[in-house]
């Protein structure tokens, strides 16, 4: 048996080689396996990068490499029957504060070269052709039993187990974890075509019909696109591809505009799930990813949540294994994740049922739905609404024992468990920097906003921020004032940042690891806030 490992990370999708480089980046000694010799072909898996993912991989970095293969999807169209469409632009919402506005198009092979490309450089390498084939577990840590595709085996003693290893996750199904849910009666047909017609290439169209739903994802091309068609009927042939015939024959019953098919890359057929995991967490196992959630792809959603999955775990793992943090954090992520999800494939099922409900009210709603829908796509607070959603940038953990309100909520602004946006502040130097740049790492960081000058209280902002910063820092926790360049902090020349955040006073704002406010303190009450910090960050042996 070799040495114990800190982590074994079992699946080397985007959920995995998230895992592991977080955990890697951290300074755990990790390893992951995936038993799949070869990734699988890419016409099936995840396109849509969201707007919260690119910002993760931004922390991560590797945004640039990520985008050296991204198209930005340029709208949202609805299709109607007459021919016309109505269109949502991806705007660049202000409110939502992000440097990376929108939703981006990348081959799932690509996201995970880019992935595990940086875990190279970090010093771990995806084993392929390696299946988990047993494990026990008791109190100190985690004993697996490893398969190779030549039939040899090797056993392994790691701290921690990731499941990140799929619907049927070996890891889940070791755990005795029940996979709730079920399987949906309609069946889809995919298609990766490369089509003339006279939508133009980059945006996605949806289509509602008597006959079902159709939907076209652009794909990296010229001309190029993924049609997804759902079906509210069984299918005629489980498993069996459709014909290009048959194909083009359905699409052009649910599509009310003109094409000619050129190339065919694949044609497919498939059912849809919709399971959960009835907790994330047992003992030394955790699961993300597909291992702990399945669902319709509608809204572009599933593999980034999982890379949130894996992004919320991995800091939270590396401060407890590392003494940093008290062992209770463990427990928010199941706190944090399984509500997300349920939510998550709670709407999916709706907006599946709604896409593909069965019988004469089913036609009926999608016969009323494009007229419905393209008059509420035109009113701006429900553009905002289907942005927020689809971007994951609205994903709030304010019931976690790790999101502390001091004082009152803020009328605007992120409270205590919401992402933290981003603003543009000044250096001293006069240099403009985003906040973001500031808390890339892999600590938490407080922000001290100085408010305005008489809310010093007799002193001068500047030397009340200096102060509290020295009192209250830590080496786990980086100190940014805002508001005081004399104290080393950067100017808000705009109040952008204090407005971003809702600060009309002096405030302090603590930001976790993963980008989500953990404390907030507002007025600023220094015996209070050292309390929630004290309770937050501990000793190695407090930890252990």
Known sequence: ????????????????????????????????????????????????????????????????????????????????????????????????ATPVPGIFVIQQFDTERVLASRLSELG????????????????????????????????ARVKWLLGCDGARSAVRRGADIAFEGDTYDDHCMLGDLVIDWPLPDG????????????????????????????????????????????????????????????????????????????RLRKGRVFLAGDAAHIHSPAGGQGMNTGIQDA???????????QGRMPAWLLDTYEMERLPVARRLIDFTDRLFGFMAGHGL???????????????????????RRVFGFVSQLKIRYRKSPLSIQIGHPPERGPRAGDRAPDALLRSEAGQQVHLFELMRGIESTLLL??????????????????????????PELRVLIIGAPEAGGYTDPDGRAHAAYGVETTAAVLVRPDGYVGVRSDPLDERELGQALDRLFTRSAEAA
Not at 363 to 382: C, D, I, K, N, W
């Open 311 to 321: 992004y919320n775990l991995a800091w939270k793992l590396a401060a407890v294994e």
């Open 203 to 278: 945006d996605i169209y949806i289509s509602p019909s008597h006959r079902g739903m159709a939907a076209a994802f652009p794909v990296p091309g010229s001309h190029r696109f993924r049609i997804i068609l759902i079906l509210p009927e069984a299918s005629p042939a489980r498993g069996a591809s459709p014909s290009l015939e048959e194909f083009e024959g359905v699409m052009r019953e649910m599509i009310p505009t003109p094409f000619k098919v050129e190339k065919a890359i694949v044609l497919s057929r498939y059912r849809l799930h919709h399971r959960v995991a009835a």
């Open 449 to 474: 906003f100085t408010g305005p000058p008489q809310d010093g209280a007799g002193a001068a902002p500047g030397e009340r921020a200096r102060r509290i910063a020295a009192q209250l820092g830590r």
């Open 1 to 96: 048996m070799t040495e114990a490992l800190d982590a074994l990370v079992v699946g080397g999708g985007p959920t995995g080689l998230t895992m592991a480089g977080e955990l890697a980046r951290r300074g755990l000694t990790v390893r992951i396996v995936d038993k799949a010799l070869e990734p699988p072909p890419d016409h099936s898996r995840a396109l849509a990068v969201q707007t919260r993912t690119m910002e993760i991989f931004s922390s991560m970095g590797v945004a640039d490499a990520a985008m050296a293969h991204a198209m930005r999807v340029g709208g949202l169209n609805l299709l109607l029957s007459n021919g016309q469409r109505a269109r949502l632009p991806i705007f660049d919402f202000p409110e939502l």
């Open 361 to 383: 009210m089913g036609r009926t709603m999608r016969t009323l739905a494009p007229r419905l829908m393209s008059r509420a796509l035109g009113v701006a607070a429900v553009q």
């Open 124 to 155: 771990v390498t995806l084993e392929r052709g390696v299946e988990l084939d047993s494990y026990t577990q008791d109190s100190a840590g985690v004993t697996c039993t490893l398969r190779r595709a030549d039939g040899s085996t090797e056993v």
